[in-house]
């Protein structure tokens, strides 16, 4: 996470599990970090948060606390808390753009005014709320999200979907971004992420065609069979969903997890008839 922030957090707590569990998740994340026991008083005024697996704290302020209860810590906690704490402060970001790398395991990232926030993969279903989450955690001016137009069956699922749910926001812009001949080690020479986020950072990086209405589209025979194949593969070759149904799946109305349980439901009622 490329992310030069001097943010400060005091956690408070006597529970041992819940230290080393917290203590991994922000190991080599940009925030400062140091743990109180729960009998110890906290200097409130060097922190911008203090966390408690305890619902209420004496003697803090609300606004500074944030309740974290064990089964709530995960690896996208680092990006919640830069982002609770940036909502208190002000300026608001400039400029928040999403890349997204359409595939099979969709590429997603969030820069904000040139940093990289977050980048992690997506699958079509989540990929709104996703987006929605990274508005919500890094308040900005303006957003720009940036789709490649590569696979172009994927690509314009994608860019309609995220079109239907951003297209009349009036601080939201959606661009196609060209992806042919794009260097990714010209623009992210180093990055801890995989080739999906890679991309999608590269992409969020390179300008890309605004587009103010949904982009025509056409979900072509070969994404059928392909999506026919994934279901085979997933379901150790018990259930080929039909044409119909793979075509939900591409375009983003159900998940393939979703389309193999409810073929495995219709045979199960044929069966039964």
Excluded at 66 to 90: C, M, N, T, W
Excluded at 92 to 109: T, Y
Excluded at 234 to 249: F, G, K, P, W, Y
Aim: proline letters at 5%.
């Amino acid at each position: 996470m490329d992310l030069p922030v001097n943010y400060r957090i005091a956690v408070q707590t006597d529970d041992m599990r819940y230290y080393h569990k917290l203590s991994k998740i922000f190991e080599g994340s940009p925030l400062k970090v140091k743990f109180y026991a729960q009998n110890q008083p906290i200097p409130t005024q060097k922190f911008d948060l203090i966390i408690s697996p305890s619902e209420t704290m004496n003697h803090i302020d609300d606004s500074q606390f944030f309740y974290l209860p064990f089964d709530q810590i995960h690896p996208s906690l680092v990006i919640k808390i830069i982002g609770i704490i940036a909502r208190k402060k002000e300026p608001k970001f400039k400029l928040l753009i999403v890349g997204v790398d359409p595939g099979k395991q969709i590429g997603l990232a969030a820069i904000c005014d040139g940093m990289t926030l977050a980048a992690e993969t997506s699958r079509l279903i989540q990929l709104a709320r996703k987006i929605e989450e990274y508005i919500v955690l890094f308040p900005s001016e303006r957003v720009v999200i940036r789709v490649g137009d590569q696979p172009t069956s994927i690509s314009n699922v994608v860019f309609n979907k995220l079109f239907t749910v951003f297209g009349n926001i009036n601080n939201i812009k959606l661009e196609i971004v060209q992806e042919a001949y794009s260097s990714l080690r010209k623009i992210a020479p180093t990055t801890p992420f995989g080739s999906d986020e890679t991309a999608a950072i590269t992409i969020a990086h390179r300008p890309g065609k605004l587009k103010n209405h949904l982009v025509r589209n056409s979900i072509p025979q070969g994404r059928i069979k392909e999506i026919q194949k994934w279901s085979r593969n997933l379901s150790n070759n018990r259930i080929t969903l039909d044409a119909e149904l793979a075509q939900t799946v591409a375009s983003g109305e159900i998940s393939l997890e979703e389309a193999i349980k409810l073929k495995e439901s219709q045979l199960e009622a044929k069966k039964n008839e």
